[in-house]
């Protein structure tokens, strides 16, 4: 375990490996950087891995709410984890949030990066919840009395459940992941510090048809929150972006994208 110590806050990451093929994971919201361990068993003697506890995840904290984490800052950030663990060219590994993250880290370095490998990516078709966190003024205010007093929210969403409205994997998804006052608080700080980090598209766009890095979309066939279609528009301007699709939902994802790579010796153009 490594700590990389910044004005805003304190990252930690792990190395696993000394080889010049640098892979830098992002897990997803709710996660950790353990969620990536099982691909150690895929790591060659040429390769490190570098797991990340993105900002309140895992070991990493956040000096203040007050302070936003924007691209300026995170490029900082990155350029001083280069420094630190000597390397400048990298593959980018995302799942969800983290696929978000590796979308911006791409924008920001462009010419620094080797492949990418996103797992349902958030920040291509942006969904209900963040937009619940980004309303200005007293809609804010709302969404943060919902988030530390959740019990009419939850009446709410059963309602809506039983009218049709919303799907049960929905459902399950926002009750786990603010089924805790630890989790809710983990929810409203996460989106609130996180507020600026949305990818510019049309840029990342540009840069991957100019430069061609091997990028591979895999998505899972029951997943309601990120699904092929949501993604479609991106995908459909990378002319050699390659769409996997796995019969997954959105949970076991990362897992069931482990399988695959090992039990197919697929990806070899990332891994």
């Given at each position: 375990?490594?700590?990389?110590?910044?004005?805003?806050?304190?990252?930690?990451?792990?190395?696993?490996?000394?080889?010049?093929?640098?892979?830098?994971?992002?897990?997803?919201?709710?996660?950790?950087?353990?969620?990536?361990?099982?691909?150690?068993?895929?790591?060659?003697?040429?390769?490190?891995?570098?797991?990340?506890?993105?900002?309140?995840?895992?070991?990493?904290?956040?000096?203040?709410?007050?302070?936003?984490?924007?691209?300026?800052?995170?490029?900082?950030?990155?350029l001083q984890l280069m420094a630190d663990e000597s390397f400048k060219e990298f593959h980018l590994i995302?799942?969800?949030?983290?696929?978000?993250?590796?979308?911006?880290?791409?924008?920001?370095?462009?010419?620094?990066?080797?492949?990418?490998?996103?797992?349902?990516?958030?920040?291509?078709?942006?969904?209900?919840?963040?937009?619940?966190?980004?309303?200005?003024?007293i809609l804010n205010r709302v969404f943060k009395h919902v988030v530390f007093h959740p019990d009419r929210?939850?009446?709410?969403?059963?309602?809506?459940?039983?009218?049709?409205?919303?799907?049960?994997?929905?459902?399950?998804?926002?009750k786990f992941q603010m089924q805790t006052r630890t989790k809710r608080a983990q929810v409203y700080f996460?989106?609130?510090?996180?507020?600026?980090?949305?990818?510019?598209?049309?840029?990342?766009?540009?840069?991957?048809?100019?430069?061609?890095?091997?990028?591979?979309?895999?998505?899972?066939?029951?997943?309601?929150?990120?699904?092929?279609?949501?993604?479609?528009?991106?995908?459909?301007?990378?002319?050699?972006?390659?769409?996997?699709?796995?019969?997954?939902?959105?949970?076991?994802?990362?897992?069931?994208?482990?399988?695959?790579?090992?039990?197919?010796?697929?990806?070899?153009?990332?891994?």
């Amino acid at each position: 375990m490594k700590f990389l110590e910044t004005t805003l806050g304190r990252l930690a990451y792990e190395r696993q490996g000394n080889g010049p093929e640098v892979y830098l994971f992002f897990h997803g919201f709710g996660q950790n950087r353990k969620i990536y361990h099982p691909f150690l068993q895929i790591r060659k003697e040429n390769q490190s891995f570098l797991f990340i506890d993105i900002f309140y995840h895992g070991e990493s904290s956040w000096r203040s709410i007050t302070n936003k984490l924007t691209k300026e800052a995170w490029k900082d950030i990155l350029l001083q984890l280069m420094a630190d663990e000597s390397f400048k060219e990298f593959h980018l590994i995302g799942y969800s949030m983290g696929g978000k993250f590796s979308l911006i880290t791409y924008e920001l370095f462009p010419n620094y990066i080797k492949s990418l490998l996103l797992m349902a990516p958030d920040g291509i078709k942006t969904g209900f919840w963040y937009n619940m966190a980004t309303f200005p003024g007293i809609l804010n205010r709302v969404f943060k009395h919902v988030v530390f007093h959740p019990d009419r929210f939850f009446r709410t969403i059963d309602g809506l459940y039983k009218i049709g409205l919303l799907q049960s994997s929905l459902v399950k998804f926002v009750k786990f992941q603010m089924q805790t006052r630890t989790k809710r608080a983990q929810v409203y700080f996460t989106w609130n510090v996180f507020k600026p980090m949305q990818p510019d598209l049309g840029s990342i766009i540009k840069m991957l048809r100019l430069h061609q890095q091997p990028i591979i979309l895999i998505t899972g066939t029951y997943d309601k929150m990120v699904t092929s279609e949501n993604l479609d528009r991106f995908s459909s301007k990378i002319p050699h972006l390659k769409n996997l699709e796995l019969p997954s939902g959105h949970n076991t994802l990362v897992e069931d994208t482990f399988d695959f790579i090992k039990n197919s010796g697929e990806i070899r153009d990332i891994f």
